[in-house]
Nanobody, 115 residues
C-alpha cells in the first residue's frame, strides 16, 4: 500500500504565497514522476507541475514563473512553492506519484485565494 499525505493548503490573499507538501509512504520503489494537479469547481483536473527523477520539470503555462516544484527523494516528498497567487489559482490541489507503471494520488488540499 502507498499513502500520500498532503499539507500546506489554506486561505491567502492575492499576491501571497503558500507551500504545499506531499509525503509518500508505504511500499515505494524508485519514484519516477512526482507532480501536482488541481481541480477547480466544475472543471477538470489539470496538471500544475511535475518533476521526473532525471531532474526534468514541466509546468502549466498559467503558473510558469510563479510556482516552483521540488522534491526530496530521500524523504519521498514533493513540494510546490506558490508565489504571486491569483484568485484563479483557487482549487483543490492533488499530488500524484508514479512508479512501476502505477499512479497514486493524494487526498487533496484546498487552496483559496481571495481578491
Amino acid at each position: 500500500q502507498v499513502q500520500l499525505v498532503e499539507s500546506g493548503g489554506g486561505l491567502v490573499q492575492a499576491g501571497g504565497s503558500l507551500r504545499l507538501s506531499c509525503a509518500a509512504s508505504g511500499s515505494i520503489f524508485s519514484i519516477n514522476v512526482m507532480g501536482w494537479y488541481r481541480q477547480a469547481p466544475g472543471k477538470q483536473r489539470d496538471l500544475v507541475a511535475e518533476s521526473t527523477n532525471g531532474g526534468r520539470t514541466n509546468y502549466a503555462d498559467s503558473v510558469k514563473g510563479r510556482f516552483t516544484i521540488s522534491r526530496d527523494n530521500a524523504k519521498n516528498t514533493v513540494y510546490l512553492q506558490m508565489n504571486s497567487l491569483k484568485p484563479e489559482d483557487t482549487a483543490i490541489y492533488y499530488c500524484k506519484i508514479s512508479f512501476l507503471l502505477d499512479d497514486y494520488w493524494g487526498q487533496g488540499t484546498q487552496v483559496t485565494v481571495s481578491s
